[in-house]
């Protein structure tokens, strides 16, 4: 980050920023050139720069994602390792350059046996595996478009998201392994298969160790289907335009089918080379870990870490094996230099008491990244205390939407506790008030007020773009809004309070739910909370929900020190006028509690897109609860 500082000319973090938003076409291309992006630039960097839905990045553009993400220095005493993996403790590989590439080109080859077109959709139904970025690279190293779902989703799940974007090959796994259970998920495939009429070639995965014989005239095993293509050894690389779509992803709301979120190729490489190499400091021969299942926008996050030469450390499974100790063996074996997971997990292992500085070597993690909910001020104290006094806690925050950041890390930058370092670099953001003025030290929505390359290049099936527009431009007319409720500090940097669409409104005050979270979650009896509004004699009263430690049940004295909490480090209003304890809270798949749904329930409403959460019977907890009825 200092070197590209100098290079662009600029002494501090707030001129480069001013610099990359006001002179976009140089900053864009001035990331194409740190990232070496092979492909053809062509003269323009950026149309119709005055508007975020008319601006075309890199029209002229010619480039392959995969060719990008698969160069590699493949020399002698060169960093070996493109992949290495860990299913729990039952399975572990890795994958030189080399043989990525190969399979790579192997499995490419084979997708052209089946007909795949530019364009097409290959749909992975896949734990994190190396068969999924394989698949992955095979894909859009003919133009394909790849979209991925954990096999956590039941049928349903998986159809309600493959069944819209019309996949021609399917990739599925037999089963997964999960907190030391084998889970099989052959019993769903025929049903899945059936619901997909534009499948063409399903190909089995064997993810559980085991040696797999099903076949029938359209499944094929992975080695059934690559044993034709043994001699393919380098991929071809078909370059397209950087708008190529890439990637389909989901959006896990639970008020309706999943929206389609198309990324190009272009956008999501160059953003991810800004965000990998500047803000996050990955370098060539790190080793980058991110706990994620391919459901979420994390892995295709991770996956680019190749294009700059790291390696990628994937990990399938429970994080909270062998006593929470599971992911920090695996860091401390692999030297992970850059570990990045969610802000519960950080949370849930300050609760279990768990200290990896004590028993494990991580000397040489520089970098530990944490996103899905705000990082709570003593998850800052937490990590440096109990995991690495030196690592750079880098919280971060943006999502599926724009698959990266809008507020991040950066390693030039001090971090202060509680707060996002800082707006990404090309990232317009600001903090606006109902009235659409740009606010600092208070709260309001984030917005971003200028065009980025990696702004979904539409939805899908959404030939006129309404849905797209609905979605993001319709609270201020041409600004994204993100729907996060935020605050800009006095350093510059950011506090998420939480969704927009989740805020309580007693009495009329907008009340962030991680403000509650914040203060909640502090006492050690409270594992997990949740906080929604409840509609109740023409205003809205804020009903707060705790799940507390095994055996602990929630009683007038612990009643009472949550309110005294609350009141003594907020203000009177945040107090919850209800609270009560639940065995569970429903999570989706990618572990953020689901407030909207919750509301729906108290209020009697239905819950659509349940399938979304990984576990939907907890909703059942917060229906017609009688405490709630006076
Ligand atoms: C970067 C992110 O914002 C990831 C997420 O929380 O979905």
Same mark, same amino acid.
């Given at each position: ?63 392959? &994602? ?75 190293? %003919? ?9 956590? &989703? ?40 059936? /619901? ?15 040696? %797999? ?56 490489? %160059? ?45 399938? /499974? ?41 028993? &494990? ?64 670099? /090309? ?13 600092? /030290? ?105 799940? %507390? ?82």
């Amino acid at each position: 980050m200092a070197a590209f500082m100098q290079g662009m000319g600029c002494t501090d973090y707030a001129a480069l920023h001013a610099v990359s938003i006001r002179e976009q076409e140089r900053f864009w291309r001035a990331v194409w050139d740190l990232g070496g992006v092979i492909g053809e630039p062509g003269e323009l960097a950026l149309q119709g720069a005055d508007t975020m839905l008319g601006a075309r990045w890199f029209p002229e553009a010619r480039l392959n &994602f995969a060719e990008n993400l698969l160069r590699g220095n493949d020399s002698p005493g060169a960093n070996p390792d493109a992949l290495v993996f860990r299913s729990e403790d039952k399975i572990a590989r890795r994958l030189s350059r080399v043989e990525l590439r190969q399979q790579v080109a192997r499995m490419a080859a084979a997708f052209r046996t089946c007909g795949l077109q530019p364009g097409d959709r290959v749909a992975a139904y896949l734990p994190n595996v190396p068969e999924t970025i394989i698949a992955m690279l095979a894909a859009a190293s %003919l133009g394909a478009v790849f979209s991925s779902a954990s096999p956590d &989703f039941g049928v349903q799940g998986v159809l309600d998201r493959f069944g819209q974007i019309e996949p021609v090959v399917l990739l599925a796994c037999d089963g997964y392994w999960y907190n030391g259970k084998r889970i099989d998920v052959q019993p769903r495939l025929a049903d899945i298969l059936a /619901g997909l009429p534009s499948v063409r070639c399903m190909v089995l995965v064997p993810c559980l160790g085991d040696a %797999l014989t099903v076949s029938t005239e359209s499944t094929l095993t992975l080695d059934e289907f690559l044993a034709p293509h043994h001699r393919a050894q380098e991929p071809d690389f078909l370059r397209l335009p950087f708008d190529h779509p890439l990637y389909i992803m989901y959006s896990s709301g639970t008020t309706g089918v999943p929206k389609c979120i198309v990324h190009g190729a272009g956008g999501t490489l %160059l953003q991810h080379l800004k965000e990998h190499r500047l803000h996050s400091d990955l370098h060539e021969g790190d080793r980058l870990f991110y706990y994620t299942t391919c459901g979420w926008m994390m892995w295709n996050w991770l996956a680019t870490g190749l294009a700059s030469g790291a390696t990628l450390m994937l990990y399938d /499974g429970s994080p909270f094996l062998h006593h929470g100790r599971v992911l920090w063996e695996y860091a401390e074996a692999e030297r992970f230099t850059h570990f990045g997971t969610s802000a519960k997990y950080i949370d849930a292992l300050a609760k279990i008491h768990l200290k990896p500085r004590e028993h &494990f070597g991580l000397s040489a993690m520089r970098v530990l990244m944490s996103t899905g909910s705000p990082l709570l001020p003593e998850s800052f104290d937490f990590i440096h205390r109990d995991i690495s006094p030196t690592v750079q806690i880098a919280s971060i925050s943006g999502g599926t939407d724009i698959v990266s950041c809008f507020v991040l890390g950066n390693p030039a930058l001090p971090v202060w506790r509680g707060e996002i370092q800082c707006a990404g670099l /090309g990232m317009a953001v600001e903090v606006w008030d109902e009235e659409g003025q740009a606010i600092s /030290g208070q709260k309001g929505e984030l917005v971003c007020t200028r065009p980025f390359p990696s702004m979904p290049v539409g939805f899908w099936n959404d030939a006129d773009g309404s849905r797209y527009r609905a979605a993001y431009f319709e609270r201020f007319p041409g600004v994204w809004c993100h729907g996060d409720y935020c605050e800009r500090t006095l350093h510059d940097g950011f506090v998420i309070h939480g969704r927009s669409d989740a805020t309580l409104n007693p009495g009329g005050v907008r009340i962030g739910t991680a403000e509650i979270y914040r203060q909640v979650e502090k006492l050690d009896e409270v594992q997990e909370s949740i906080v929604v509004g409840q509609d109740w004699q023409g205003d809205v009263r804020v009903v707060l929900f705790v799940r %507390l430690r095994e055996g602990l049940s929630l009683d007038a004295t612990l009643e009472a020190r949550i309110r005294q909490t609350i009141r003594d480090n907020t203000t009177p209003r945040h107090v919850p006028a209800k609270i009560l304890q639940v065995a569970d809270i429903p999570r989706t798949r990618s572990g953020k509690i689901v407030e909207l749904a919750v509301r729906r329930v108290l209020h009697g409403e239905p819950v659509k897109n349940v399938e979304a959460l990984a576990n939907p019977e907890a909703l059942a907890l917060f229906r017609e609860r009688v405490e709630l009825r006076d």
